[in-house]
């Protein structure tokens, strides 16, 4: 089955405690992206990649860093996790002139 | 950065009605993407619409695209119950990993 797959789906930490969450894709697809979705801001893009070794910053990146070393694989790392990064996380691939696919979401909690 | 916004921000509809959701964009764009979310879940690619298309059709759902006013609107035909969801429009501009989206329309159908 054709998927984007995170872990994990529900994290709590603390303030300052490096986290990984983990991002794959089974399709093949050049472009991944980070998004972070709050209430009343709708979903703004952290980082984005367009093959691997390519990545970009988004609309909102610090704090957060991403690595692209294999296609399929797309992490999301926070050196040091501060409450206003509780959200719920997605990633998600496209082949070029496609719609993007989602992950089901990660919904992070920084205590 | 540029952004969609829908309108209107809710909408409260019965089974069998239609339902229209508009979508206003600032800048150029490569292209337009619709997106549903059902509560707190990774968000479903519904249909994408180019920069020189005007009108686009999949199932019971139809998109419009006017570029000189730069805005969309998505028409769900015969809802149903489970169409209820957020229904969020997001513009593509440059790469194909470029993708903004807006603050989303929640749609409620009831029986």
């Known amino acids: 089955e054709a998927q984007v797959t995170q872990n994990p789906r529900y994290l709590i930490t603390v303030t300052g405690k490096k986290l990984t969450v983990t991002c794959s894709q089974n399709?093949?697809?050049?472009?991944m992206s980070w998004y972070r979705q709050d209430p009343g801001l709708g979903l703004r893009q952290i980082y984005y990649?367009?093959?691997?070794?390519?990545?970009d910053k988004g609309d909102v990146p610090e704090g957060y860093k991403v690595s692209r070393k294999e296609k399929r694989n797309f992490p999301l790392i926070l050196e040091s996790p501060s409450p206003n990064q509780t959200s719920l996380y997605f990633c998600?691939?496209?082949?070029?002139?496609?719609?993007?696919?989602f992950g089901s979401g990660t919904r992070l909690t920084v205590v | 950065s540029q952004q969609g916004e829908e309108d209107p921000q809710a909408l409260s509809i019965q089974e069998g009605e239609n339902a229209t959701m508009n979508c206003s964009y600032k800048?150029?764009?490569?292209?337009l993407q619709w997106y549903r979310q059902n509560s707190g879940r990774g968000l479903v690619h519904l249909i994408l619409?180019?920069?020189?298309?005007r009108e686009k059709h999949s199932g019971r759902l139809r998109v419009t695209l006017d570029t000189s006013k730069k805005s969309s609107s998505l028409l769900i035909t015969a809802s149903r119950a489970a169409d209820t969801a957020s229904y969020f429009c997001?513009?593509?501009?440059?790469?194909?990993?470029?993708?903004?989206f807006g603050t989303g329309t929640r749609l409620q159908v009831t029986l």
């Open positions: 998600a691939s496209t082949a070029r002139g496609y719609g993007y696919t």
């Open positions: 399709m093949n697809h050049e472009y």
């Open positions: 990649s367009m093959n691997v070794e390519v990545t």
């Open positions: 800048t150029s764009i490569n292209n």
């Open positions: 619409i180019r920069s020189n298309e």
């Open positions: 997001a513009t593509g501009t440059g790469t194909a990993s470029k993708l903004t």
